[in-house]
């Protein structure tokens, strides 16, 4: 509210924003009326000053010349009527030449008045729809930014309301459990998870608990998928790692890689991966799928998101290394020189663990603590799609492995192929 004090009774009164633009608005009409009935009258004014100016010069022209003419007609009272006349004539086309200058002049000053009032009129058209204008702006803009805030406030509160149900989830979930019941749970987990897609994505797969513990020792579960002949694909042990928050001894990661490889190798399994929750503010292990490789051949560390993908990754590579195989013991039994095979081998090896290296990297900058809030959490997700990508480029390199890459670049592999091709035909 504006308060405006009255300029005749000196009084105080408030005014609301339309209101006071109303106010506005009349007061530049009824100046704007003003400004243009003195700009007409002051063109009048100057017309009429024009007019009695350009009268009194033409009279004060025409006093000096009768006067002159007087003075003429007394000293040329001798020169014959037909001079006199001659003269008079031409006084005459003076003055109508005077006339024209004077309706000329006239004409003008109408046009100059006529030409300064749409002048005028445009500026005030042009002002009004100026205003109108800012006014629509303003309302639009009003309008946007409502919607703007009201959207973010429900983006925030869903992410707010999210965020609290996790974490009061995880709350309940460690108040319920016990140590041995957290082990369990996590088990149950990837289980679970492994089942939603048994049937679609791993239908000839085994995945049952190690229960041979005759060694003295056991992994969790094992992993493993055979091709229609009976040869194995891949091999996994799993050992699945968890302990609650008021665990007073707290594991690390690295003690239990030891054992998973012992496991590993009586079991006779190509892959052991270690599931784990344990460190949770570890940064390394958040980041994504962890290579421990250099501390216990084929070895990797992963979190329970990271659970379905690494076994997809490891099964595409291996099945695309049992294609390679298969095709390179076919070379070799047709007795095919294999000079450059090794090296293209490598090579694949090579670009696969650079598109591997390079989503694990891009899962590293995508995976946080997934205890902590749900920014963290959508970092992670959109993280996750980033990688997909590379992904994708790894498996279509796995996949476009043939014997014709192979072979590419050795005339005599090539002359080989193409007499096997001619026998054939």
Known sequence: ??????????????????????????????????????????????????????????????????????????????ISEQRLAQQLAEKENKLSELKAKLEKAEIEKKLFVTEAVQKIEKERDDLANNIKFKDTEKQLLEKTLTEKHAVE??????????????????????????????????EQHCEIEFNKLRATAFPKAYFEKDNDSRSGSKGDFIYREMDEFGNEIISIMFEMKNEGDETAAKKRNDDFLKELDKDRTEKKCEYAVLVTLLEAENELYNAGI????????????????????????????????????????????????????????????????????????????????????????????????????????????????????LTKGNPTMTAKFDELKNESE
């Open 290 to 405: 962890v290579d421990a490789s250099h501390k216990f051949e084929k070895m990797y560390v992963v979190r329970p998101q990271f659970f379905i993908p690494i076994i997809t990754l490891l099964r595409n590579a291996a099945m695309n290394s049992m294609q390679a195989k298969a095709e390179l013991a076919m070379v070799k039994n047709q007795n095919i020189d294999i000079t450059n095979f090794e090296e293209n081998i490598n090579a694949f090896k090579m670009g696969f663990a650079k598109n591997y290296e390079l989503a694990s990297r891009q899962f590293k900058t995508a995976i946080d603590e997934i205890d902590k809030t749900m920014t963290h959490l959508q970092k992670t997700k959109d993280a996750l799609l980033s990688s997909v990508n590379n992904l994708r480029l790894a498996n279509n390199k796995a996949e476009d492995l043939t014997i014709k890459k």
């Open 153 to 186: 406030l429900r983006t925030k509160d869903d992410i707010i309301k999210m965020k609290d149900e996790e974490i009061a989830f995880r709350k309940d979930m460690k108040l319920k459990l016990s140590t041995k019941m957290i082990g369990e749970t996590l």
């Open 1 to 78: 509210m504006n308060e405006i004090i009255c300029p005749n009774c000196q009084k105080a009164f408030k005014v609301d924003e339309a209101g006071f633009a109303d106010i506005l608005k009349q007061v530049r009409d009824h100046k704007f009326e003003e400004e243009l009935q003195t700009r007409l009258n002051l063109a009048d004014r100057e017309k009429e000053n024009a007019v009695k100016l350009a009268e009194a010069n033409i009279k004060n022209t025409l006093q000096n010349e009768l006067a002159n003419k007087d003075k003429e007609l007394i000293q040329l009272k001798a």
